[in-house]
């Protein structure tokens, strides 16, 4: 099956990208880049690959080799364009995350969430973690001017999780871990017809994450077609959860 996944030329997140990327294809599956103009070999947010405050905060060694195989895979230079991709030419979409600058780019853009939009009617997967889940909030459903996500159960980056790692890190990088002035949990909740019925948190965290072999400390949130998780912590879960929901679709 072809899963699309949109990334901003620059500063997506190591681990968003690559764990999902190597379960979805290990498995079989093809995963086609999409950047704003076609053919943009897109970067990683470099901070992620060497550490961002005295070589801590980064990505775990294991993402950080699939990463390095990614980018030595031909779809990587093989990116569409948001404009003119054709999303029914696709089983499934994938939204990453990411906090740094560069992300806006992609976290911003209305031609991408009017595709987005075309998509979600078709009701095939579609998996967001972190910060990709407000790509899903920004888009609007056509018939209803709402968010695509307003009746759905979803999670995000939590609030209390952007707050830690912004006041650990403004001393020295400033916004870095603010994307946007409002924060992704409080912009989600607005797009949702009940946040208190609908938003789910998950088990308070700041370093425990799970692992290739181990989701005790991962958590993920499934509605319908649609799944979704917090952090890079949630990675491998969120890329497992996602692949069993494109297996059942191809199943059917």
Known sequence: MRVLMPVPDRDFDVTEVAVPWRILTEAGHEVVFATERAGTRPEADPKLLTGVLFGQLGAEAEPRRCYQQLTESPEFDATVSWADMDVEEFDGLLLPGGHAPGMRQYLGSSALQQRIARFWTLERPVGAICHGVLVLAR??????????????????????????????????????????????????????????????????????????????????????????????????????????????????
């Open 139 to 252: 888009a609007r459903d056509t018939a209803t001017g709402r968010s695509v996500l307003a009746d759905r159960r979803t999670t995000c980056l939590p609030k209390y999780m952007e707050r830690t790692a912004y006041f650990t890190t403004a001393w020295r990088l400033g916004r870095y871990y603010r994307t946007y002035p409002a924060y992704v949990e409080d912009e989600v909740r607005a797009a949702l017809a009940d946040p208190a019925a609908q938003f789910e948190r998950g088990p308070r965290t700041l370093t425990r994450r799970g692992t290739a072999s181990d989701d005790t400390h991962a958590f993920v949130v499934r509605d319908g077609h649609y799944v979704s998780a917090r952090w890079p912590g949630d990675a491998y879960l969120f890329g497992r959860r996602y692949l069993a929901l494109l297996t059942r679709t191809a199943e059917r």
